[in-house]
Structures are given as structure tokens and as C-alpha cells.
């Protein structure tokens, strides 16, 4: 597509639910990367693929995250039991993987509220 | 820890005038590059400007430019003739050749008509 697309925008949720955000990267673009931005805060880390394998899941703050990538393009980010300190901007990125530059586009970010 | 710390948790400036974000960093690698994102209220980020630390020259886009200082490891946001759009939440940002970027906590500005 001609840009990052994140599904659901908003997601409202019970404690203890299971979420899943997606994200539809730019065609082409091999790395794919997600964020977790808390209200004030910058983005912080969360995994970044590299075409189908996690180059980097250093981010991922418990064993209840989870992420996928199957075929190397569109990614789930997975949450199980949510707590209510999970509420935060869920953003994703992805970069064409080949310029040195590294330049990040993202998307819109899906906005997860933990009740 | 390899950090980046914006200093300015808010600034405004009024309307055409220059103002200046500040943004220093930590890190041990040589080669690496270094960015400006704007966050607008609708949350997507946009890259604003970025910058080749191996490169002396400050990088330059339209009214935005950069103030690198390598040893000082400090990389500050110029903006000249500010405008009504530009009001947003500004981060900066580096990162190594196919790793991820670290984000600093932001500047809220605000241009003020």
C-alpha cells in the first residue's frame, strides 16, 4: 500500500482479554518494526523484523507480548491477559531495509485502552 | 545506556519567528544516523529531517536545519519561520544502519498566531 496501515485505530478492552493489533507495512518494505508510546512519553521499542524472523525482540517487556510476521509483510502484535498498564499507542514502522539511512515510515498507531 | 535526551519538555514561539529544539545523545557506535520526527494531535509521526553522522555538513530541509555537533553529541532542530502547522510534539531520534531507532521523550511546541 502507499502507506502503514494499523487496525483496529481504538481498541477498548477488559483486564485479562487477549488483543491483537495488525499492521499492513509499505509494499516492498522488508523491516517492520513496533512501538508502545505511553501518554507524554516517546516510543519505545518493542520487536523489529527483518523479512519473516525477529531480528530484535530486546523490547518486548514480558512473555504475554508476542509478535509475527508468517510471510514476510503484514504483522501481528500479540497480547495475552492485558493488565491495565498495557494502555498505551501501539505503533508500527517499517523501512525499506536496503538504504543505510534507516528511515522509518509509520503508521497511524492503534490507541489500546485496558479497562 | 544508549539514551537520547530532549531537555525542552515544552516550547512556543510565536508565528514566522526561529526557535530551536534541543537534543543530546549517548551512544559508543561511530557510524550511526540521527532524526527529527514530528507527531502531530492525529499521532502519525513524520520524518521531519535526518542526518549521516559521518557527514560534517548539517543537514538541511526547507525552513528545518540541523546543528550537529558530533564530539558534543548534541543535534538541535532549527526551525525558521515558524507556521501555525508546525505546532506538534517533536522527537529526535538515532540509530544504526538496519537496527532500531531510539526516541527521545519529545518537545510539545506550540506556535502561537
Known amino acids: 500500500g502507499a502507506g502503514v496501515s494499523q487496525t483496529p485505530s481504538n481498541k477498548v478492552t477488559e483486564k485479562g482479554k487477549y488483543v491483537e493489533l495488525r499492521c499492513d507495512p509499505i509494499s516492498g518494505h522488508t523491516a517492520l518494526y513496533w512501538y508502545r508510546q505511553s501518554l507524554g512519553q516517546g516510543p519505545e521499542f518493542l520487536i523489529y523484523f527483518q523479512g519473516t524472523g525477529a531480528a530484535d525482540d530486546s523490547g518486548l517487556p514480558n512473555d504475554r507480548f508476542f509478535a509475527v510476521r508468517p510471510e514476510g509483510s503484514v504483522s501481528t502484535l500479540k497480547i495475552q491477559r492485558t493488565e491495565r498498564g498495557d494502555s498505551a499507542v501501539y505503533l508500527c514502522?517499517?523501512?525499506?531495509?536496503?538504504?543505510?539511512?534507516?528511515?522509518?515510515?509509520f503508521g497511524a498507531g492503534s490507541r489500546l485502552t485496558v479497562l | 545506556a544508549q539514551t537520547v535526551t530532549q531537555s525542552q519538555p515544552e516550547m512556543s514561539v510565536q508565528e514566522a519567528e526561529t526557535v530551536t529544539l534541543s537534543c543530546t545523545y549517548d551512544?559508543?557506535?561511530?557510524?550511526?544516523?540521527l532524526f527529527w520526527y514530528k507527531q502531530p494531535p492525529s499521532r502519525q509521526m513524520i520524518l521531519v529531517i535526518r542526518?549521516?553522522?559521518?557527514?560534517?555538513q548539517n543537514a538541511t530541509e526547507n525552513r528545518f536545519s540541523v546543528n550537529f555537533q558530533k564530539a558534543a553529541k548534541s543535534f538541535s532542530l532549527k526551525i525558521s519561520d515558524s507556521q501555525l502547522g508546525d505546532t506538534a510534539m517533536y522527537f529526535c531520534?538515532?540509530?544504526?544502519?538496519?537496527?532500531?531507532?531510539?526516541f527521545g521523550e519529545g518537545t510539545q511546541l506550540t506556535v502561537n498566531p
Open positions: 551512544t559508543s557506535e561511530s557510524n550511526y544516523y
Open positions: 531520534a538515532w540509530g544504526t544502519s538496519g537496527s532500531r531507532l531510539t
Open positions: 514502522a517499517s523501512s525499506d531495509g536496503n538504504s543505510g539511512a534507516n528511515v522509518l515510515t
Open positions: 542526518q549521516e553522522a559521518y557527514k560534517q
